[in-house]
């Protein structure tokens, strides 16, 4: 249970990453 937690953790991190990239990555 704790390892399937850790990974959704880690898949909503991806997630935002990807997020902010298109947002503020096109900028730099």
Known sequence: MNIFKHRHFKHEI???A??????YGISY
Do not use: A, D
């Not at 990807?18 to 947002?23: A, P």
């Open 14 to 16: 991806i997630i935002w």
């Open 18 to 23: 990807v997020r902010w990239y298109c947002k």
